[in-house]
């Protein structure tokens, strides 16, 4: 199928556009997002004749602005609160948020400490070169959660030695909402809500097998929602990490929108970006012959949640059915979980590489034409889809409002599909008709629009931001909470 080439008129349908007209003494603004709804809600002209937004009632993900990376005027002293933090690999969404987020904070010089449980057996791990960083360990509960008692102490010991916190933030419930109640200058980050969940719970039923037992998740999952309606509102400021949770916290749990703020989340660029020969390399090294036309790509937990079940058949299903697609296309596998081996089974278009290191991992991205995410967990926002886009590579992922919202938002930078083997299939043949080359383009427009929104560094930047507007000191009004786009030349 012909495609017209990407070129700077397509651009425009990936990234916003700034446009500064100036004249002589005024300045026109246009701002213009992807689903090209114009946000002049937010904006109003200050004294200055400037264009600004007031942050805090800013809808859109706060990714799409641009912050100054020169050395923050002010440092502020930090709480984090977090169940556990990441000790090594295999950590899952929440924690490796908070890892990059935090460390990266740290670096820039704030004073964080980080308020988690120790470990079982391991020991700790050391940042001997982050002077600014301090943890404060306690034993977890036996649910293995965050003793809230004991870590309240620590805190209040904390904050009254030296110098009081500018801000809290915890990651999803690790302070809990009995405790957060008459913090201010708090901020809860979400990492998947109980509402969102309610698609993965109609998906899992759907996909039931009439042997399996049915799922009562699904009437629970209800409750679960109006609970958490009714506690959330505790939390002075929440982050949602997709414009979709971002809609919900607003909408369905009604928090006042000067309370909803979006952040995605961001990932590291300095590990996760093209690299050509590093992926050839690793190609060779999996012995992948150039006669393959097409590399697909999956990794993270083989489990059935994330979708592995319906990959596995609709894999089958094509390698039974199309010999050319037999011939054509290498399925490359990273991670474990019981459907590793059974991706094994279906012969040799799959190779199984177990679980990766980071590094290899980054050599995986780049040795795939695609990366494929079955998902059917319909919360958060997925770090492996971020990783493959900051890699330069087009993804394809299951149609969940977060990842349609906010990662694959249009056909341009990548594939959806529902969570059906017709689906799946119906995504995958067209994926392999399509072609490299056509891949290589929707890969390399990706990047650009992750390039501004999803590296690490911009995540920071705007919870750097965050913290510094809601911080107490921001009662002296220095005017963190205003956004005022500064004209590029
Ligand atoms: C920790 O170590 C103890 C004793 O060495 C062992 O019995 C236990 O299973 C370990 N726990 C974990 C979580 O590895
Ligand atoms: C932390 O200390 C400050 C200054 O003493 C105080 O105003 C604030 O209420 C304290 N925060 C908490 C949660 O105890
Ligand atoms: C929060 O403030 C209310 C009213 O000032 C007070 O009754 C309550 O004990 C406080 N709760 C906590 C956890 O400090
Ligand atoms: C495989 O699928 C392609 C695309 O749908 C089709 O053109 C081709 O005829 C099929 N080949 C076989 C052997 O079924």
Not at 91 to 114: D, I, Q, Y
Not at 215 to 239: L, Q
Not at 274 to 288: C, H, R
Not at 329 to 344: K, M, N, Q
């Amino acid at each position: 199928m012909a495609k017209d080439q990407p070129s700077s008129s397509r651009f425009r349908y990936l990234c916003y556009i700034l446009v500064y007209l100036s004249t002589f003494s005024s300045i026109t603004f246009i701002y213009w997002s992807y689903s090209s709804d114009f946000h002049v809600e937010n904006m109003f002209r200050d004294e200055q004749q400037q264009l600004s937004i007031d942050l805090l009632s800013y809808r859109s993900a706060w990714n799409h602005l641009s912050f100054p990376s020169t050395p923050p005027q002010k440092l502020l002293k930090i709480a984090l609160f977090v169940k556990k933090w990441a000790i090594k690999g295999r950590a899952g969404g929440l924690e490796r948020h908070a890892l990059t987020l935090h460390l990266a904070l740290a670096k820039r010089g704030h004073e964080l400490h980080v308020f988690t449980t120790s470990p079982p057996n391991t020991s700790f791990p050391e940042y001997p070169m982050i002077k600014s960083l301090f943890f404060h360990l306690t034993k977890p509960t036996a649910a293995g959660y965050l003793d809230q008692a004991s870590v309240w102490n620590q805190f209040v010991k904390e904050n009254s030695t030296g110098k009081p916190f500018d801000v809290v933030h915890t990651e999803s419930v690790g302070l809990r909402y009995t405790r957060s109640r008459n913090i201010s200058n708090l901020a809860v980050s979400w990492h998947g809500i109980a509402y969102e969940t309610i698609h993965t719970d109609i998906i899992q039923e759907l996909l039931r097998s009439p042997e399996d037992s049915q799922n009562h998740a699904m009437t629970e999952r209800v409750t679960k929602v109006v609970e958490e309606v009714k506690f959330f509102p505790s939390y002075a400021h929440h982050v949602a990490t997709s414009d979709h949770a971002g809609d919900i916290l607003r909408r369905i749990y009604m928090i006042p929108e000067e309370r909803v703020h979006v952040i995605l989340n961001g990932i590291d660029e300095e590990i996760f970006k093209p690299d050509f020969d590093m992926g050839n390399d690793f190609k060779k090294k999996v012995g992948i012959l150039d006669s393959k036309k097409l590399v697909l790509g999956i990794a993270g937990r083989l489990v059935k949640d994330k979708g592995h079940p319906l990959m596995h058949e609709a894999l089958k299903q094509i390698l039974l059915e199309n010999s050319t697609f037999r011939d054509d296309v290498i399925v490359l596998v990273a991670g474990d979980g019981p459907w590793g081996s059974r991706y094994e089974d279906l012969g040799t278009n799959l190779l199984v590489l177990g679980p990766l290191e980071q590094a290899q991992l980054a050599s995986f991205y780049n040795a795939i034409d695609i990366f494929v995410n079955p998902t059917l967990r319909a919360q958060g926002l997925d770090h492996t889809l971020l990783e493959a886009i900051l890699s330069g590579k087009p993804v394809m992922a299951t149609k969940v409002a977060s990842i349609t919202g906010s990662v694959i938002v249009g056909e341009e930078v990548g594939y959806t599909f529902s969570p059906t083997v017709s689906s799946l299939k119906e995504s995958l043949y067209k994926v392999w008709k399509d072609g490299k080359q056509n891949l290589q383009q929707k890969g390399e427009l990706s990047r650009q629009r992750g390039l501004t929104l999803f590296t690490a560094t911009k995540m920071a930047a705007c919870y750097e931001r965050l913290f510094q507007c809601i911080s107490y000191d921001e009662k002296q009004n220095h005017g963190y909470c205003l956004y005022k786009p500064r004209p590029v030349h």
